[in-house]
C-alpha cells in the first residue's frame, strides 16, 4: 500500500538584480538620482576616445604617417582604475541607500561624494598634461600622442559628480535607521526574570512581621477605659 507525499512547493527567491535596480531608483531623493546619472556618465565616458597616437615613419619609398585612437580601457593605467573604482563606488552606495541599508561614512554621503568627484578631476586633468607627449623611436620615426574630446567629457562628468555631492551635503538628508535596513535581523531583549527571595529568607520575615491579636475585649479590659465628659455650663 503506497501513500502519496504532499508536493513541496520551491522556495520563493528574492527579486532579480534589475528589480532590486528599480526599486532602489524609485527609493532615492532626487538628489541622489542626479548624483547617479553623473557617476554613470562618468562610467560611460570610459568608452569614447580619450587618447591619440601617431607616429611619422621615413622610408626609402617616402614618408609615412598614421594614427589611432584609444579608449580609456585601451590605455589603462592607475588613473582610469581610480575613475573606474569612483563611478562603481558611487553608483553601489546609492544602490545601497535605495534599498535602505544603514551605514554612516565618515562625514556622510555628500562629503564622500564630493571629494570622489573632486580627486577623480584632477586625475583626469594630470592625465591630459601626461599624455600630451612625442618621442623618436629609432627605425620607427616619431610617435606622439595627444588627447581626444572623450577625455573632456569624462572631466565634465566628473565635475559634476563633485557638484552633486556638495548639493548632497547641504541638504544633509538624513541615514536610514538600523530599524528599516532590512538585512538587519533585530532580535528584542528578553526581560530578565527578577530574582525571587529564598524561602527561608520569606519565612524569616514572617516570623520577625507583628501578628495582630485575634481575641476579643475582656470585661478587665473594659473596666479600664475612660472617657472625658464634657463640663456643664
Do not use: N
Not at 77 to 102: C, D, K, N, P, T
Not at 152 to 181: C, K, N, Q, Y
Request: avoid cysteine.
Amino acid at each position: 500500500m503506497s501513500t502519496a507525499t504532499p508536493r513541496q512547493r520551491p522556495a520563493r527567491s528574492g527579486p532579480g538584480p534589475l528589480l532590486r535596480t528599480l526599486r532602489a531608483w524609485r527609493a532615492l531623493a532626487p538628489e541622489q538620482r542626479l548624483t547617479a546619472l553623473a557617476a554613470l556618465a562618468l562610467w560611460i565616458t570610459m568608452f569614447l576616445p580619450w587618447y591619440s597616437e601617431g607616429g611619422v615613419a621615413v622610408s626609402k619609398k617616402g614618408v609615412h604617417t598614421g594614427g589611432i585612437t584609444l579608449t580609456a580601457w585601451g590605455a589603462f593605467s592607475w588613473v582610469e582604475a581610480a575613475v573606474l573604482l569612483v563611478s562603481i563606488g558611487v553608483l553601489y552606495l546609492l544602490f545601497a541607500r535605495g534599498e535602505r541599508r544603514a551605514f554612516h561614512l565618515p562625514g556622510g554621503d555628500g562629503t564622500v561624494i564630493l571629494l570622489a568627484g573632486s580627486w577623480t578631476a584632477l586625475l583626469i586633468i594630470y592625465r591630459m598634461f601626461d599624455k600630451q607627449s612625442s618621442k623618436t623611436v629609432a627605425g620607427a620615426g616619431e610617435i606622439t600622442s595627444g588627447i581626444e574630446w572623450g577625455i573632456f567629457l569624462a572631466l565634465f562628468a566628473a565635475v559634476w559628480l563633485a557638484w552633486t555631492g556638495l548639493s548632497m551635503r547641504r541638504i544633509h538628508r538624513a541615514e536610514p535607521r538600523l530599524g528599516d535596513d532590512p538585512s538587519v535581523h533585530l532580535r528584542p531583549r528578553r526581560a530578565m526574570p527578577r530574582e525571587q527571595p529564598p524561602a527561608r529568607h520569606a519565612e524569616e520575615a514572617d516570623e520577625e512581621r507583628p501578628r495582630p491579636d485575634h481575641r476579643g475585649v475582656t470585661r478587665e479590659d473594659a473596666e479600664q477605659l475612660t472617657f472625658d465628659l464634657p463640663e456643664d455650663r
